[in-house]
């Protein structure tokens, strides 16, 4: 058996300066970050040496604030990490709290927050879309992506009451029922989105400067993806199978039929064909369920106050950006007494390092825009 | 493997560990000493082949603190959770940040807000709080901040 990764020889802040590196900063503040990112980088000439993020910036430290909040309260805390993934960041907290009481949610209340989930899927990635154009020199996409997210924030506007901290989801099931006119709107959505995503593809995919900039660049194995607990379709771009609904699937991800999106190429091409694809994926389980919503409760009956049972619980979810994992551990209190929430963003940055080494500056800003970093959910 | 046989493989491997089944996935408890050649066995044995790191955390119990890791593997699709006692006031491990590389950051975070030194780090520093904050460990469960901190 052997070992794929290069073994570190020395620690990185001792690295030998060569006279002719320079040190450049990117961020905190700066477009290609999209947050408050800090990057130190060095440069030998064009070519990177290293790449070293400094966080923290709004970190909050979420996971103490969740110790004094009760099971119901903490869920609403968790839209505030990947805020383009709020509502499967919430339905994770809910699964995992779910799981711990053994509480069975109403199949409408599934079917409803699936639903949901995919939607938010799909703004994230069309948002991600055109801030990835946008990155390496496109700004038309920009504003065609906020055009669908638009319609997406709107349905969700209606249902949850809010366009981007939905907070919809709730130990149990949801918070309200469904509003009258979301699935005329859903309808809508998916005539037009089915038009509109061919024109993504004419647009940025087949564009020959855009392949220049993303062909073969910032490669990573599949070895290295996983042993950086890199997740999401950046690690499905370098042919891990890693789709968290396919292999640990969740609600009614085992019932409904879609493909799990797997490229070999690893580079930021690949990155970016996996999300394309998984985009045309979610509408049609979107499409599977629009005419399928059961009658029923959209909530299951429940305590006032929550009590977990003494233990520990781990669940897991696939977001936008990858593998969400909440991991609480209960001293049968109506409060936490510590959560971990295993957010994707920070296991995908901590490869940034190793995709960036070798390759030139320019590229920096595409191989970034292809990790799809959010960064409140690297920060928490 | 399904659990009976990685608990066998388990005390192959290292006959001390403690086997925990109470929980969703096999448990097993170690001494700090231990983990560094046993997690090297869990990684590289190919029967095992633990290659992904999903979760590494740490939990403050007041009187010590537990180091827990989640490994699962890609290709077998078995899952082990580690947990490891740690002295409270001398709280150090080994890391393994030759072995799975996303525990670079993970310990990182956890040497910065628990307090856990890990050993032969290659790059042991603060990583999302600003300087200066060495020697206050946030979540643990003494922490008292009365200007950021608002109790409920």
């Excluded at chain 1, 924030?153 to 366009?163: H, K, L, S």
Aim: charged share 25%; aromatic share 10%.
């Amino acid at each position: 058996m052997y070992r794929e990764t290069e073994i570190i020889k020395e620690p990185s802040g001792n690295d030998p300066v060569d006279s002719g590196d320079m040190i450049i900063n990117i961020g905190p503040q700066h477009p290609a970050t999209h947050g408050v990112l800090h990057l130190v980088i060095t440069l030998n000439g064009e070519t990177i040496k290293k790449v070293e993020p400094h966080l923290g910036y709004i970190h909050r430290s979420i996971e103490k604030m969740c110790e004094s909040l009760s099971y119901r309260q903490f869920i609403y805390i968790t839209s505030r990490m990947d805020y383009l993934s709020s509502h499967i960041n919430n339905h994770g907290c809910a699964l995992c709290v779910e799981k711990a009481l053994q509480l069975e949610v109403p199949p409408r209340a599934q079917v409803v927050r699936v639903l949901m989930d995919e939607l938010t899927r799909i703004a994230s990635h069309t948002l991600w879309w055109g801030a990835m154009a946008m990155d390496v020199g496109a700004l038309t996409p920009f504003f065609l992506a906020f055009r669908e997210r638009e319609m997406i924030n709107d349905i969700m506007e209606e249902t949850c009451g809010a366009r981007l901290t939905m907070n919809y989801t709730v130990p149990g099931g949801v918070m309200v029922d469904l509003h009258p006119e979301f699935q005329r709107k859903v309808k809508d959505f998916i005539a037009h989105f089915k038009s509109k995503i061919d024109e993504y593809d004419e647009l940025v995919t087949d564009n020959v400067i855009f392949k220049n900039r993303t062909v073969n660049v910032g490669l990573i194995s599949k070895e290295d993806a996983i042993s950086y607990g890199v997740t999401g379709p950046s690690a499905r771009a370098s042919g891990v199978s890693c789709d968290i609904r396919k292999l640990y699937p969740y609600a009614v991800y085992d019932k409904l039929q879609f493909e799990e999106i797997i490229e070999t190429a690893g580079d930021s091409f690949a990155r970016y064909v996996v999300r394309m694809k998984e985009m045309r994926q979610s509408l049609s389980i979107v499409e599977q369920l629009i005419d399928n919503i059961p009658e029923g409760d959209f909530q299951a009956k429940t305590k006032a106050v929550l009590k977990l049972p003494k233990g520990e619980f781990y669940t897991r979810v696939e977001t936008a950006r990858g593998e969400f994992g909440v991991y609480i551990v209960s001293e049968g209190g109506t409060t936490p007494y510590r959560i971990k929430f295993r957010s994707p963003g920070f296991s995908n940055l901590s490869a940034l390092d190793h995709i960036a080494r070798g390759s030139k500056i320019g590229d920096l800003v595409a191989i970034m825009g292809t990790l799809d970093f959010v960064i409140p959910d690297i920060d928490r | 493997m399904n659990n009976e046989q990685i608990k066998i493989a388990i005390a192959d491997l290292l006959p001390s560990a403690i086997i925990e089944e109470s929980s969703e996935w096999l448990t097993i408890h170690i001494e700090s000493v231990d983990w560094l050649p046993l997690a090297e066995k869990l990684r590289n044995t190919a029967e095992l082949y633990f290659d992904y790191l999903f979760c590494l955390t740490c939990v403050d119990w007041k009187s010590h603190l537990t180091m827990v890791y989640h490994l699962t593997s890609t290709f077998h699709r078995h899952t082990l959770v580690v947990k490891s006692k740690l002295d409270r006031d001398d709280a150090r491990i080994e890391t393994v940040t030759m072995i799975w590389r996303t525990a670079e950051f993970h310990e990182r975070e956890v040497y910065e807000l628990f307090g856990v030194n890990f050993l032969h780090h290659p790059d042991l520093r603060l990583l999302i709080l600003p300087d200066g904050w060495e020697g206050k460990y946030p979540l643990r469960k003494d922490f008292e901040d009365p200007v950021n901190i608002i109790k409920l």
